[in-house]
């Protein structure tokens, strides 16, 4: 049976025997690093214990030590920060049903009380602390959107972000700082006086800028691209220099990459600028300053695989890590260095083993193990396929690359393929732990592919631009050559191909569905997107602009003709192959009622549609007994359509 919340249709019997081999997956279980306490060697990690719904806050105290609960929600809480002075308090994030409307709590890491710190009816987000002079209460910047079902008629013409600064022991005493205008503002880096904050306003993918905003007056400058720069490229707010006398960012102005920088606040830029990272020729994706050591530790996207680097601060010169460092083989991410020491802690996650917590002190090379995943009983891990990065040519000549992940030896022949497409579309698929696709692999015999098209990152700024607007449809033409370098591949069946994906990757199992009718045999998708108007119109206000840059303004009759042209709802009549589609009902992003047209559509044509709706879930589903069911569902559905 379907959990209580989830709404089935057109699914035909699961099988319980399925579910229990099903589980074994999805319980295998990870850990995230969420932040240090400022004075302790400890930690808050983040990690959804067997058997549990939802992913809470832990405490730990000790490399391998018990963890301890601070949260217990029925919704996800996955981001929290220690108050930075003494770590009297933490400060956590949680929405409600996966509508993403944001509240910030404050919790007693002791008693595990929590109060809740923002006005309810607005989208919160954690920005960060203000360094606090000795004696003083420590305080806490936030920004804050509203959101349309506070809106006259449901829905908003135009959208300014709040920059709010609260004591979180005292609410009720919160200042508005400053309101600024659109909804991408992000990133908020505060200067080491506590006078000002680094912010990154963001455009699209390709075009940001950084402003800093003053604390006391509210007025806002424009630091990069400086005036008089006629220049559109991406920067990233990335944090101070301990002096306070340099801005560390991350633009891709420079090349095709994003590069860390370093932005001296005596200098005007583009003067001021020293590129710190030129010679690695990928995206830089994550960074911190080890205090007191002159050094930043950074991670390097390299072909979908994230690496840890050590910089020189200053210089920019790379520094090997220590030779004593002996880190789990894997892609490393969410780097956090303690404030008081520098040691440095990451998550590392490979294709044989979900994400665990480590860290290495940056002078001696010293690596401690602080989890390790939660593996079933039974589970072999070890027997999981080592990923292959592979290349093909597409209908312009363009390289395109994927990743593979092959079924062990003893399935024989050309086996059959699960295409998953990433969201975004400016997102990436990588090397790393693939959770409940391990059962397709390694249960089923079906190969699981994720094809990274044009428009993914992590590829340089040309690549990422070249399904924008009017160019959509070519990324669904990169995954039609895919299909056919399959043939080319001795244990790929490119007769046997089902697309399947979430968000932007939901959309492209619907366009799949649409002009690739007669190269697979499914598709599925997960809160996809099938009508682009219908999309733009309803998408939350505080996204509508960034949205309409990556795919075109729907107010433009020209565009609007277009996107309707190509859109998968408006083009059912070529839809053959069966179709899944889930989706969460407050989903925020994709609103509900793009799958609900698409399935209503096809129903009424008599066409094979399987349709799952949960209404306690938003854009994917985060709850362990939905994602199970659902994913019960696309195995059921595979076995109909590439099994049989």
């Given at each position: ?50 058997g ?41 994030t949680?929405?409600?049903g996966?509508d993403?409307?944001?509240?910030l ?31 003083q ?7 804050s959107?509203?959101?349309d079902r ?33 909804g ?26 950084v ?9 806002r ?26 801005l ?41 300053l ?16 994230d ?22 083989v ?19 996650s ?24 939660v593996?079933p ?22 390289t395109i690359?994927?990743?593979?992940y ?10 059959p ?13 990588k090397?790393g732990?693939?959770?409940r ?13 994720e ?21 959509r ?8 050559t895919?299909i ?22 939901g959309y ?96 009424a ?35 109909d359509?590439?099994?049989?």
């Amino acid at each position: 049976m379907p959990p209580a919340a989830m709404r089935v249709e057109g699914v035909p019997a699961l099988s319980l025997a399925v579910l229990g081999p099903i589980q074994r997956y999805s319980q295998v279980l990870g850990h995230g690093v969420v932040d240090w306490h400022p004075q302790r060697r400890e930690m808050l990690v983040a990690h959804r214990l067997p058997g549990s719904s939802t992913t809470q806050i832990f405490r730990l105290r000790s490399p391998m030590a018990a963890l301890e609960p601070l949260t217990d929600s029925a919704d996800p809480v996955s981001s929290a920060r220690w108050e930075p002075a003494q770590g009297r308090h933490i400060v956590f994030t949680r929405g409600t049903g996966g509508d993403e409307v944001f509240q910030l709590f404050r919790l007693d890491p002791e008693s595990r009380s929590t109060t809740q710190i923002t006005p309810s009816g607005q989208r919160h987000a954690f920005g960060a602390w203000v360094p606090a002079a000795p004696g003083q209460a420590s305080q806490l910047l936030y920004t804050s959107v509203p959101i349309d079902r506070t809106a006259q008629g449901g829905s908003r013409t135009s959208i300014s972000t709040s920059l709010t600064l609260v004591d979180p022991m005292n609410p009720a005493g919160a200042r508005q700082v400053a309101e600024l205008p659109g909804g991408g503002w992000f990133g908020v880096e505060v200067s080491p006086d506590g006078r000002q904050a680094a912010m990154t306003r963001y455009v699209s993918a390709t075009n940001s800028e950084v402003w800093l905003v003053d604390l006391a007056s509210g007025q806002r400058r424009q630091m990069l691209p400086a005036a008089g720069e006629s220049l559109t490229a991406s920067h990233f707010a990335a944090g101070w220099s301990p002096d306070g006398q340099a801005l560390f960012v991350v633009s891709d102005r420079a090349s095709e990459f994003r590069e860390l920088m370093r932005l001296d606040m005596t200098t005007p830029a583009p003067a001021g600028l020293k590129r710190l990272t030129a010679p690695i020729p990928w995206d830089i994706e994550d960074g911190n300053l080890a205090p007191g050591s002159g050094l930043l530790a950074l991670t390097a996207n390299v072909d979908g695989r994230d690496e840890l680097r050590l910089l020189d601060a200053r210089t920019g010169a790379e520094k090997p890590l220590p030779a004593a460092a002996r880190l789990p083989v894997g892609s490393v991410g969410s780097l956090r260095t303690h404030p008081a020491t520098g040691e440095l802690a990451m998550v590392i996650s490979g294709a044989k083993a979900p994400a665990q917590v480590v860290t290495m002190d940056p002078k001696t090379g010293t690596v401690d193990t602080w989890t390790r995943p939660v593996t079933p009983a039974g589970l072999d891990l070890s027997n999981l396929p080592d990923p292959e990065i592979v290349r093909w040519k597409s209908f312009d000549g363009r390289t395109i690359s994927g990743i593979l992940y092959l079924p062990p030896a003893k399935f024989t022949g050309r086996r059959p393929v699960y295409m998953s497409v990433h969201g975004g579309p400016e997102a990436q698929s990588k090397l790393g732990w693939k959770g409940r696709l391990n059962y397709l692999t390694q249960e089923m015999g079906i190969a699981v592919f994720e094809p990274n098209v044009r428009g993914s990152s992590g590829y340089g700024k040309t690549f990422l631009n070249l399904d924008n607007g009017r160019l959509r449809e070519d990324s669904v033409k990169d995954m039609g050559t895919a299909i056919d370098w399959m043939a080319t591949h001795p244990r790929l069946d490119n007769r046997r191909v089902v697309v399947g994906g979430g968000s932007y990757g939901g959309y492209m199992a619907l366009a799949a569905s649409v002009r690739l009718a007669d190269r697979i045999a499914g598709a599925a998708s997960t809160v996809g997107i099938s009508n682009f108007v219908t999309f733009l119109e309803r998408t939350e206000s505080y996204r509508r602009d960034l949205r309409r840059v990556e795919y075109g303004d729907e107010r433009d009759p020209a565009m609007r003709s277009f996107l309707e042209s190509i859109s998968p709802l408006n083009l059912t009549d070529q839809i053959s192959k069966p179709l899944l589609v889930a989706q969460g009902k407050n989903d925020p992003r994709v609103p509900w009622t793009e799958s609900e047209q698409i399935v209503r559509k096809l129903q009424a044509k008599n066409r094979p549609v399987w349709y799952l709706l949960a209404d306690n879930e938003g854009h994917g589903f985060a709850r362990r007994e939905n994602a199970d069911f659902y994913f019960a569902t696309l195995v059921r559905f595979l076995q109909d359509t590439v099994l049989k």
